[in-house]
Nanobody, 117 residues
């Protein structure tokens, strides 16, 4: 099993910034892809950003240029730097990790992000 614990969510004004962190523990061997998803009320969970163990990244179109995903393999941690936050970014953000050749992935408990004046 892999445990993922997110932190860093909270309330921020439009245009503000937050940095989310996700720490992986347990059987972390062979994890190669990690990412951030989000789910807003009434909407499906969507991929926000992903990163491979080698550092390749991809972003959802609406966040590209504003968000940056990164990882520190030594600390078993993935980050999501969110700048210029918009009200439509408000959601519960979930960390995800997938092992090489695995069909299933692991999820964190989620950290809520609220963007409001």
């Amino acid at each position: 099993q892999v445990q993922l614990v997110e932190s860093g969510g909270g309330l921020v004004q439009p245009g503000g910034s937050l940095r989310l962190s996700c720490v992986a523990s347990g059987d972390i061997f062979s994890i190669n892809v990690m990412g951030w998803f989000r789910q807003a009320p009434g909407k499906q969970r969507e991929l926000v950003a992903g990163i491979t163990s080698s550092g390749n990244t991809n972003y959802e179109d609406s966040v590209e240029g504003r968000f940056t995903i990164s990882r520190d393999n030594a600390k078993n941690t993935v980050y999501l730097q969110m700048n210029n936050l918009k009200p439509e970014d408000a959601a519960v953000y979930y960390c995800n990790a997938r092992k090489k050749f695995a069909l299933e992935s692991y999820w964190g408990q989620g950290t809520p992000v609220t963007v409001s004046s």
